[in-house]
């Protein structure tokens, strides 16, 4: 049957989680209480923000390894506002634009004087850690608490999280750019190639530059997400994790890691795919050391499995 194989090569992500949610349920019941569902759609938001974010940046062929300190030191400076203010309002304006300087920061570099993203990004990275220790002494904390963090942190609308409300919102507003706008055929075009974008007469410094920035406003919404999961800030908190996590995401949710190709779709299912790793490691009390190497061995396995479908592809157009 061509036809079914042809789905479970494309739509392979699909099938893969809906297996391990049955594995993962048969060794521990609890896995697919509603409680637990309800858990694992808020767990996935920071994660989800990241992985839209570098989904863009991905499939133009470029990388951004700023994103999950990134969200770190926004996090840390909505709090500074919170404390000096007691409201929220001057803060999530602050974080908007300190995130959009950012990914405008990174984006320059990268498009107009052509530095490495890779370069670029993880010398971003070490400056966001080192301000994120500069504007909280380390050793201090700044709590967070009133009606906009008890709501967006646990809120609830008809059972489900406003947060992972607002991460499918957003998603389903990027899948509409990405496949029924001009900029999200741009991306595809510069990912493919460049030279022939620009020969196509697409401004590719510009699309790029918007990428970059993009990436760095989904940096700043994990960041808000995460201080009203965490309920407090405070230097030290490293978010590398979910950096890979999101870059896992959508590796595993089929996008080509050399640009070019990817469905907005399928990074969801990457993200809920590592939210079911997570959530059910926790649950069987694997140790942390153990979820890096388990998590590790899935993204090789996965771009394996990736490479392998682009080429049988490539032999198919052939």
């Known amino acids: 049957m061509p036809g079914m194989a042809k789905l479970l090569r494309e739509k392979n992500i699909i099938f893969v989680t809906i297996a391990c949610c049955l594995i993962f349920f048969l060794i521990s019941p609890r896995f697919l209480s509603l409680d637990n569902i309800a858990a694992i759609s808020r767990q996935i938001v920071?994660?989800?923000?990241?992985?839209?974010?570098?989904?863009?940046?991905?499939?133009?062929?470029?990388?951004?390894?700023?994103?999950?300190?990134?969200?770190?030191?926004?996090?840390?400076?909505?709090?500074?506002?919170f404390g000096m203010t007691g409201g929220?309002?001057?803060?999530?304006?602050?974080?908007?634009?300190?995130?959009?300087?950012?990914?405008?920061?990174?984006?320059?570099?990268?498009?107009?004087?052509?530095?490495?993203?890779?370069i670029v990004t993880l010398s971003s990275l070490f400056m966001a850690q080192g301000l994120s220790g500069l504007i909280i002494p380390r050793g201090?904390?700044?709590?967070?608490?009133?009606?906009?963090?008890r709501v967006v942190g646990a809120g609830k609308f008809f059972g489900l999280y406003w947060s992972f409300l607002f991460l499918m919102a957003l998603f389903a507003l990027a899948y509409i750019v990405y496949n029924h706008t001009r900029w999200?055929?741009?991306?595809?075009?510069?990912?493919?190639?460049?030279?022939?974008?620009?020969?196509?007469?697409?401004?590719?410094?510009?699309?790029?530059?918007?990428?970059?920035?993009?990436?760095?406003?989904?940096?700043?919404?994990?960041?808000?997400?995460?201080?009203?999961?965490?309920?407090?800030?405070?230097?030290?908190?490293?978010?590398?994790?979910?950096?890979?996590?999101?870059?896992?995401?959508?590796?595993?949710?089929?996008t080509l890691i050399l640009g070019g190709r990817g469905t907005v779709g399928g990074a969801i299912w990457?993200?809920?795919?590592?939210?079911?790793?997570?959530?059910?490691?926790?649950?069987?009390?694997?140790?942390?050391?153990?979820?890096?190497?388990?998590?590790g061995a899935v993204i090789l396995a996965a771009l394996g499995v990736n490479w392998l479908l682009w080429q049988s592809r490539q032999a198919e157009a052939q």
């Open 140 to 149: 201090q904390q700044i709590f967070l608490v009133g009606d906009f963090f």
């Open 270 to 295: 990457g993200v809920l795919f590592i939210g079911v790793v997570n959530n059910s490691l926790n649950l069987l009390n694997v140790e942390d050391v153990w979820h890096l190497v388990f998590k």
């Open 184 to 254: 999200g055929a741009y991306v595809i075009a510069i990912g493919n190639s460049e030279e022939n974008a620009k020969l196509a007469g697409i401004n590719t410094d510009r699309v790029k530059i918007g990428i970059f920035m993009f990436s760095g406003l989904c940096s700043g919404f994990a960041g808000i997400i995460l201080s009203t999961r965490m309920g407090f800030v405070q230097p030290g908190l490293d978010g590398n994790g979910l950096l890979l996590d999101g870059i896992a995401a959508i590796i595993i949710g089929g």
């Open 46 to 81: 920071p994660i989800g923000l990241i992985a839209l974010g570098q989904y863009f940046v991905v499939v133009s062929g470029n990388i951004d390894l700023s994103m999950g300190m990134g969200s770190v030191l926004f996090a840390i400076v909505l709090g500074v506002f």
């Open 88 to 118: 929220v309002t001057v803060g999530i304006f602050a974080v908007i634009l300190a995130s959009l300087a950012l990914g405008f920061f990174n984006g320059y570099l990268v498009a107009r004087l052509k530095l490495p993203a890779f």
